[in-house]
DNA sequence: CTTTAAACTTAGTCATGTATAAATAAAAGT
DNA sequence: ACTTTTATTTATACATGACTAAGTTTAAAG
């Protein structure tokens, strides 16, 4: 549904997700993935990734070398990012506009931001206020398409005990998981202070909730941790 | 994407649109469509018309023979009366919530109302205050598919000078039409009196406006005026 | 009735996005 | 280097939804 400037050509979903996957699997901004990631990634067997990166790269939206793997060109990137925009734009607005439940917004998100139209991301984004992070904390790109300033978030395993911070990202789409944080008030804007910080896990306490569930020890294993970010500083 | 009850079977964008348009070209409630009329209403050949009949005849959701015409089965018509409450609700929301302009709303409802989810459609019924008619006046089926109880409306072409009442239905999805109604404050909801009732058209004077542009004499030709719907009755 | 026109269906193609099976290239192991 | 394993591509096929051209049915006129 997204329009290439250039000749008004409309990609289908499909097209959309290979470009939104491809970026999304590739960490360094330099890198490239391969055919069996991606299919993996997309859910299609890895002859039918192969096709549709023929037809990207005839598009122009890939750079693409028989056996050498995937990345996005210019216009790859920016239909990536412009999904991206819509994505976390939608679970913001699915969330705060809607009353969705934290974990009821990423799949309707996946599905809708192929099928909203610039208008209507304007609209939400105007009605959420200009968001730059998204309820996972994740960053939304601007309507240029250019990401808010990096903010120092730090992972919660790389912290020690008496650490004090705000919680600025939780990195996971997982209802379970989410479902848990919640329950926990372990949510981005929380401040939190860690008890204490080991092998088996992390063990927080929430600082501005009520009194009564102070004493938050739940402990918060390794493999979650590790997707929670804080950054440092004390309730206002 | 609606999920039929029985088979858990989902519909493709093109199926459910055939169901809707048949649903709506049918007027009478025992009548039958033919295959050309539907055919230039989905904007194909009549040749895939004919096509997609076969398919959705295999499916349960069309009484169809061939060269006789095509109507919708129960499971056919709940299909076409989700899409329709997607539809309207869509309308409602993007203009109520979103601040959408009266005449942006129609095409990205008819997009949209394909890829929202039940909770969606749910969600905004709440969030709207679960209105039985959309801003052009069109009743919205509930949430049991079943529509409002009719209102008595009539066509100003039906009405003769003197005549008082609210406007409650404005039958037409054309964007400069709905211009300017919107300008002359032509709105379901208005209340207007009938001033001169002619065979070159229809002219209002529209009742609860600002006394500065109480004369509103403009000549509303008769193929617009068919379509405005008015009920008896004064301003409260 | 028979002829003609309109509506409709069938037959044969095409584009898109998927799949499996077989072939080939690249990487790893010895 | 040679061999084996893994990644990837090609070849072929299938489903969907569209098209055009040609044939068929039905309805309207004479
Ligand atoms: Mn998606
Ligand atoms: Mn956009
Ligand atoms: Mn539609
Ligand atoms: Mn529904």
Redesign the interface.
Known sequence: ?IILDESKKILSESQEDYLKQIYLLIEDPQGIVGTQALAERIGVAPASATAMLHKLRALGLVHYAEYRGVSLTESGRKVALELLRHHRLLESF?QT????GWE?VH??AE??E????E??ET??A??LGEPEFDPHGDPIPNADLVFPVVRTETSLTKLGAGFEGQIVRVATQDRDELNLLSHLHLLPGRFVKIAESGSNGVRLNVLNVDTSRQGNHFLIPLSLAARIFLQEGQPS
Not at 114 to 117: A, E, L, P
């Open positions: 549904m699915l506009a809607l009353g969705y009821e799949d309707e599905r809708l192929h099928y909203i139209s208008t209507f609209r939400m105007l009605w």
